[in-house]
């Protein structure tokens, strides 16, 4: 209940976020602002992430032997490092912008990557440690200070640069609280910071093996998840960019508070059941058990947000963004397969064989990519390049599905599956039916009515549902 409730507060804050940054900027500033994030999403998935993904596995074994401070003193220079090639990626991305723009711009990334990367390490392994008071309390405060520092600094001076400083300066606050309440209760569990030589985060044989493959996996997500902008922005121009991306992002947003819930929520429970990652059966068990948890959720989501498009637009962007309802759509779908993707992925980050995460986003990005040439060169609706972000999406998933099956002979609960997916075609064909999103007090109780129905939907397939009763039975931390 303390996580659900954090996560609420944070996703109230989120949605003024989303209506915030849609009243004050203008399409062309948030396509400015879309290439913004994915040159940070760049630098997370292709450089941060593998790095990210090897601390998440060994985080309770290295709690537990009283190291993990320690390790983690040799990421900052790492981090350091990949915020100095944020800021190059920036200063080369628009020679047409003034240096002063540019030197700002480069400026901002260079404390984002920073501020984010820390806070996207430290709070979120406050709640795997089983701190879940303190993890909510610093995520809250993050998401308000971000907010009302980007208002400010945007209201002062409009632009996408001027926003992004301010969630940066949330992000850092966030960073510091948990950093504090971190060392705290290391220094409470007797880290050993003090031996040397110093254990190391990371070897050589690591690196090789499981970082490189999973930088190529993600750099191939990257291009299927943002580098597709620098093609749009290209083809149809920042504004029809800014379009798009709006309409995807408030999926996206949606998706990402339901994914970081079952982040802080699930994934704990499920990386400590596969610590030891030797034992077979409970491996398959464990992995089976987070795939029927989540999945049928996952399918009631993606009907509720399809059905839901409009209402939802009314609510959380302004009015100059209210056609981009067929993005919101298909942002859903889109959103669905990546989530659904990054579940089954897991299977390779518990084997440490994540080279087999590479067809699946090789498989995906090219298919993306190719559509939107060629919806560009032949000067097509944006909404076609819409439609082929959607198709690369599909075609990741399926082939994630097969690979995965390769690494954990998982087994799915059928009835359930069978019962989401039926819920999530119901409600995505009565949209039509639905009534226009003609007002706030027509849209907020079409919200509620659907919303209502997707809940008890949910309820019902989680409730006694075995897979989801074993992962709660498992205790965080050793006595």
């Not at 009243?23 to 790095?51: D, W």
């Not at 949330?170 to 209760?185: C, I, S």
């Not at 190391?200 to 999973?214: E, H, M, N, Q």
């Not at 994914?259 to 034992?279: C, G, I, K, M």
Request: overall charge positive; glycine content about 8%; some cysteine.
């Amino acid at each position: 209940m303390l996580v659900v409730g954090g996560r609420l507060v944070i996703a109230l804050i989120t949605l003024i976020a989303i209506r915030a940054v849609t009243t004050y900027l203008t399409p062309a500033q948030y396509g400015e602002l879309a290439l913004l994030l994915a040159v940070q999403m760049f630098c997370g998935l292709f450089l941060i992430n593998p790095v990210g993904q090897h601390i998440n596995l060994h985080t309770h074994a290295w709690w537990d032997e009283g190291t993990l401070v320690t390790r983690l003193g040799a990421y900052q220079k790492y981090i350091l490092a990949v915020s100095l090639v944020g800021s190059m990626a920036v200063l080369g991305m628009n020679k047409q912008d003034s240096a002063e723009h540019l030197l700002w711009a480069a400026a901002a990334m260079f404390a984002m990557i920073i501020a984010g990367t820390w806070n996207a390490t430290l709070i979120p392994m406050l709640n795997m440690l089983g701190f879940r008071a303190a993890s909510v309390f610093w995520g809250i405060i993050s998401a308000v200070v971000a907010l009302a520092s980007s208002i400010f600094l945007v209201v002062w001076l409009p632009s996408a640069t001027a926003w992004f400083v301010g969630q940066a300066i949330g992000m850092t606050l966030g960073a510091l609280g948990a950093k504090y309440v971190f060392q705290r209760q290391a220094i409470q569990q007797s880290d050993i910071s003090s031996l040397s030589p110093a254990p190391a985060l990371i070897d050589k044989r690591t690196v090789l093996s499981y970082c490189l493959p999973l930088a190529l996996a993600t750099g191939l997500m990257w291009i299927q998840l943002s580098g597709y902008r620098l093609v749009i922005e290209n083809y149809w121009g920042l504004a029809q960019l800014g379009f798009l991306v709006v309409g995807l992002q408030v999926a996206g947003q949606l998706w990402g508070l339901t994914e970081t819930l079952a982040t802080q929520f699930l994934y704990p429970l499920f990386y400590r059941r596969v610590s030891a990652h030797e034992n077979e059966i409970e491996v398959e068990r464990a992995f089976s058990d987070l795939l029927n948890t989540l999945v049928p959720v996952y399918f009631v989501l993606t009907g509720l947000l399809i059905s839901c498009a409009a209402y939802l637009l009314k609510l959380l962007v302004a009015p100059q963004f209210q056609g981009a309802i067929i993005f919101v759509m298909l942002g859903a779908g889109i959103e669905m397969c990546r989530v659904l993707g990054n579940v089954l992925s897991s299977a390779a980050h518990v084997r440490r064989q994540t080279k087999s995460l590479a067809l699946p986003y090789g498989v995906g990005a090219t298919t993306t990519m190719t559509l939107i040439f060629l919806a560009g060169t032949k000067q097509m609706e944006i909404a076609w390049a819409g439609a082929s972000l959607l198709l690369g999406a599909i075609a990741m998933l399926l082939v994630m599905v097969a690979v995965m099956y390769r690494q954990i002979k998982y087994s799915i609960d059928i009835v359930r599956f069978s019962m989401g997916g039926a819920v999530m075609l119901a409600m995505a064909l009565v949209t039509t039916w639905l009534p226009s999103a003609s007002g706030i007090v027509v849209s907020i109780g079409m919200l509620m009515l659907m919303g209502a129905l997707a809940g008890t939907a949910a309820v019902a397939l989680l409730w006694k549902n075995p897979a989801a009763l074993r992962l709660l039975n498992v205790q965080l931390r050793k006595n």
